[in-house]
C-alpha cells in the first residue's frame, strides 16, 4: 500500500470515518457477547429496566410496559404483568412465603420481609392454610419457596398505590419470573 493510501487510512481511523479501502470490522457480535457475559451479573441485584418485561405478545413488535397493581383480596398481594418462563433476571429469592404488612403475602427471609409481585395468573388458595397457586403450583403460608426473578424499583406513581404492602424506605419490589430450585 502506498504511503499517502495509508496516511489517508490513518486520518480516517483518527476522525472515527471508515475509509473506502479500510476492512470493514464487525463489534456487534463481540458487543453482544460482551453485553450478556457482563449484564448477567448485574441483572442478578436488581433491575430498573421495565422494558425488560418478557410478557409482551409474541410477533408484537414492541414491549408492554411494566404494571403493578395491589389486589383487593384476603390477604392482599401485588401483581405484575411480568411473566413467567422465557427471559428473566437471574436473582434467587428464598425464604418462607408469609403475611406481613397490611395484611400483603410477602417472604420472609433472613434480612426481614421481601415484597414479591406475583403474576397476574396467581390465584389465591383459600380452606385451610392461606396461599397463592402459579401456574399449578402451589404455595402456602409458612412453606419455603424459592422464586427466581430481580428487583425493579418502584416509580414515585407507583409507591402511592403499593404502600400498603410497602414498610417505610421500601423502594422496590421482587418480579417473579421463574421457580426456583
Do not use: Y
Not at 71 to 78: A, M
Amino acid at each position: 500500500m502506498d504511503s499517502q493510501r495509508q496516511a489517508g487510512l490513518a486520518g480516517a481511523r483518527r476522525a472515527g470515518v471508515r475509509h473506502p479501502g479500510a476492512p470493514r470490522i464487525r463489534m456487534w457480535p463481540a458487543l453482544a457477547a460482551a453485553g450478556v457475559c457482563l449484564g448477567l451479573p448485574l441483572l442478578a441485584s436488581c433491575s430498573t429496566n421495565p422494558g425488560a418485561n418478557p410478557s409482551a405478545e409474541p410477533g408484537g413488535g414492541s414491549v408492554r410496559p411494566l404494571e403493578l397493581t395491589l389486589s383487593e383480596s384476603d390477604p392482599r398481594l401485588i401483581r405484575t404483568n411480568a411473566a413467567i418462563g422465557g427471559a428473566s433476571m437471574q436473582a434467587l429469592l428464598t425464604g418462607t412465603l408469609s403475611v406481613g404488612r397490611g395484611n400483603c403475602l410477602g417472604v420472609a427471609t433472613d434480612k426481614g420481609i421481601a415484597i414479591p409481585a406475583f403474576p397476574q395468573t396467581a390465584v389465591l388458595l383459600d380452606g385451610g392454610r392461606i396461599g397463592i397457586d402459579i401456574q399449578g403450583r402451589q404455595f402456602r403460608v409458612g412453606d419455603q419457596v424459592s422464586f427466581g426473578g430481580g428487583l425493579t424499583v418502584l416509580g414515585e406513581d407507583e409507591k402511592p398505590a403499593l404502600a400498603p404492602c410497602l414498610g417505610e424506605g421500601d423502594t422496590d419490589v421482587f418480579l417473579i419470573e421463574s421457580f426456583g430450585p
